[in-house]
């Protein structure tokens, strides 16, 4: 059988996976968005996103973002590059991802033990004579334990464009006399910065809806649109307000999405350079 003809069901099942686990769910909650607690039709739900409480809600939750990117960024970057250079670097990525398959919840609950007040840490502390010290419930312990979950899924793609790099490029910028930095910020960084946006992506648009480390981890310290979700549908059983808010976290979703894609520059592919 023709090959074109096969095509349509091939595609059969993604097509009714993407329907039934994509674009079902965000229509159904565009459709409760414009109702009430009551279950009347408004719109005031819409107008309530831009009342003082929720704009401050929203800058809260890019700010964490923000934040949970920049430091995953500063460490997983160097360490990607070094990753690149050393002679079993495919056992490496693979001992720094691992972690990543253990259940979220079980690593979660892990650190809440060791900040707690009578884990490691602070008996460490007492120990150097610093004392215990509230490590729990706090805006560094939720950017620390987010930073530890995302940090793998930034190295992957980062690694993933660093090793992919012509090196033939590194080494024509050293002949032209370029320095270790100037390679870098003219050489490198501008042909991994797919790899980056990547990373960025997998990791700030995960960490704009975060719920469970932020109720967990940073108790009622820190409120992003995420724990606004949680708290609509299973608090005040507002679906209405809760829809409303995730349709605009989708929003915010697909626009990051949009500025951070890119096509690919710099790789070798069949020996040429692209």
């Known amino acids: 059988m023709n090959n074109k003809l096969l095509r349509p069901i091939y595609s059969v099942p993604y097509a009714s996976w993407l329907i039934l686990f994509v674009i079902a769910p ?7 968005s414009f109702f009430d607690i009551t279950g009347n039709f408004t719109l005031d739900n819409y107008l309530n996103f831009f009342t003082s409480t929720y704009f401050t809600l929203t800058i ?30 495919q056992l490496w990525l693979l001992l720094i ?3 990543s398959w253990i259940n979220l919840l079980l690593k979660t609950y892990a650190f809440i033990g060791l900040f707690g007040l009578y884990g490691p840490i602070n008996a460490f502390f007492e120990v150097i004579g610093i004392g215990q010290k509230q490590l729990l419930f706090t805006d560094f312990s939720f950017v620390f334990v987010s930073v530890y979950i995302f940090i793998p899924f930034m190295i992957l793609p980062i690694f ?3 090793d992919k790099l012509n090196p033939t490029l590194i080494d024509a910028a050293r002949d032209l006399g370029a320095s270790h930095w100037t390679t870098f910020t003219k050489v490198i960084w501008p042909l991994t910065i797919n790899g980056v946006k990547s990373g960025i992506q997998v990791v700030f648009i995960p960490a704009l809806s975060l719920f469970m480390i932020t109720r967990l981890i940073a108790g009622n310290k820190v409120i992003t649109l995420g724990t606004a979700i949680e708290q609509q549908f299973l608090v005040t059983q507002n679906w209405g307000m809760g829809s409303t808010i995730a349709v605009f976290l989708i929003l915010f979703m697909f626009i990051i999405m949009l500025l951070t894609n890119a096509s690919e520059r710099g790789t070798t592919i069949n020996g040429k350079i692209k």
Do not use: D, E
């Open 160 to 162: 993933n464009a660093l």
């Open 60 to 89: 809260s939750s890019f700010w964490y973002a923000f934040l949970i990117t920049f430091f995953s960024l500063l460490f997983s970057y160097p360490t990607a590059y070094f990753l690149t250079k050393t002679k079993h670097k």
């Open 26 to 32: 965000i229509l159904l909650i565009l459709y409760y």
């Open 97 to 99: 991802i691992i972690p």
